[in-house]
């Protein structure tokens, strides 16, 4: 006998708004499948908001309500039983995001619960994340968002170091990142990872994922350092238009991949992996195990 859960999870990130509605089912005797019913994706970017004036524009505000009350008559259409928003960089650091929070809950009735990095990182620990660690390797998982980037260290398949910094795409589209910040996730990576032998790099986020559909790779494959770098030297070589035109990047994609490019190299630089493996994993995913096994 099957059973089958419909959950969804909302992420509301500094480049970009998710809705991922996932299938849960139940098979007794076999392990629980977590399967993407749909994932919608909306490019309003709150993290120019909110880490250039410091607040979620009128213009955004009625943007992400209208936004919301799409997520909500889509989850009633797929007649999902449970759901749960969380917000990231830009909501945290907006001074009136607990405000728009109360907005978006009266016009659109939607909760959404603003995270912490720390929390962020657990969450996305929480995914599918354990089907690609192996217990006698070490990784390193970056996610790169818009405001902010999250790292974790694994060995011996157990988690043994998290921090998250203040540095994503949309801040360093700004010019809002200076040294100090890189200097510090340097010193963390290379602290972190000195008593550790061949680290591997495991990458999620929206950017590392369109870089992975590029190369054509089977999912199971590495990009090499090689690799990548190249094709950050290829997509900076082409104009914002050019991304567009000939690559078919989204508007919204386009600027923000060529610095998220940089976190992702730099971070296989301080570490000293030679290749970056990218499972199809995120937030949004994290959010619905979480909730399925009572961890949020």
Same mark, same amino acid.
């Given at each position: 006998?099957?059973?089958i859960k419909?959950y969804a999870?909302?992420?509301?990130?500094s480049?970009?708004?998710r809705?991922?509605?996932?299938?849960?089912?139940?098979?007794?005797?076999k392990e629980?499948?977590f399967n993407?019913?749909?994932?919608i994706?909306?490019?309003?970017?709150?993290?120019?908001?909110? /880490?250039?004036?410091?607040?979620i524009t009128?213009?955004?505000?009625?943007?992400?309500? =209208?936004?919301?009350?799409?997520?909500?008559?889509?989850m009633?259409?797929?007649?999902?039983?449970?759901?749960?928003?969380?917000?990231?960089?830009?909501?945290?650091?907006?001074?009136?995001?607990?405000?728009?929070?109360? #907005?978006?809950?009266?016009?659109a009735?939607?909760?959404?619960?603003?995270?912490?990095g720390k929390k962020?990182a657990?969450?996305? +620990?929480?995914?599918?994340l354990?089907?690609?660690?192996?217990?006698?390797?070490t990784?390193?998982y970056?996610?790169v968002?818009g405001?902010?980037?999250?790292f974790?260290? /694994?060995s011996?398949?157990?988690?043994?170091?998290?921090?998250?910094f203040?540095?994503?795409?949309v801040?360093l589209?700004?010019n809002?990142?200076?040294d100090v910040?890189?200097v510090?996730?340097e010193?963390w990576?290379?602290?972190?990872?000195e008593?550790y032998?061949?680290?591997?790099?495991?990458?999620?986020?929206?950017n590392?994922?369109?870089? /992975?559909?590029?190369?054509?790779?089977?999912?199971?494959k590495?990009?090499?350092?090689?690799?990548?770098?190249?094709?950050?030297?290829?997509?900076?070589?082409?104009?914002?238009?050019?991304r567009?035109?000939?690559?078919?990047?989204?508007?919204?994609? +386009?600027?923000? #991949? @060529?610095?998220?490019m940089? @976190?992702?190299l730099n971070a296989?630089k301080?570490?000293?992996?030679r290749?970056i493996?990218?499972?199809?994993?995120?937030?949004? =995913?994290?959010?619905?195990?979480?909730?399925?096994?009572?961890?949020?």
């Open positions: 006998m099957i059973t419909k999870a909302i992420d509301i990130g480049n970009a708004m809705l991922l509605i996932a299938n849960i089912v139940e098979q007794p005797g629980t499948q993407k019913s749909a994932l994706r909306v490019p309003i970017r709150l993290g120019q908001d909110a /880490f250039t004036v410091g607040e009128e213009e955004n505000i009625d943007r992400m309500i =209208d936004a919301m009350k799409a997520f909500k008559l889509l009633k259409v797929y007649k999902v039983e449970r759901y749960m928003a969380c917000a990231t960089s830009a909501m945290r650091e907006a001074y009136n995001g607990k405000e728009v929070t109360e #907005i978006i809950k009266k016009k009735d939607v909760k959404i619960e603003i995270i912490d962020e657990a969450i996305i +620990a929480s995914s599918d354990h089907h690609f660690i192996k217990t006698d390797a990784y390193l970056v996610d968002g405001g902010s980037t999250e974790s260290l /694994f011996e398949g157990k988690m043994v170091a998290s921090k998250s203040k540095n994503g795409t801040r589209l700004n809002m990142v200076n910040v890189w510090e996730i010193k990576i290379k602290t972190q990872t008593p032998d061949n680290i591997t790099l495991i990458g999620s986020g929206g590392i994922n369109k870089i /992975f559909k590029l190369s054509g790779k089977a999912q199971d590495p990009l090499s350092y090689i690799y990548l770098n190249s094709q950050y030297q290829y997509l900076s070589s082409l104009s914002y238009e050019q567009i035109a000939e690559l078919a990047l989204n508007t919204d994609r +386009a600027d923000v #991949i @060529i610095p998220a940089r @976190i992702y296989m301080w570490s000293g992996a290749n493996y990218v499972p199809k994993i995120g937030l949004s =995913d994290g959010v619905v195990k979480a909730m399925y096994y009572g961890k949020i």
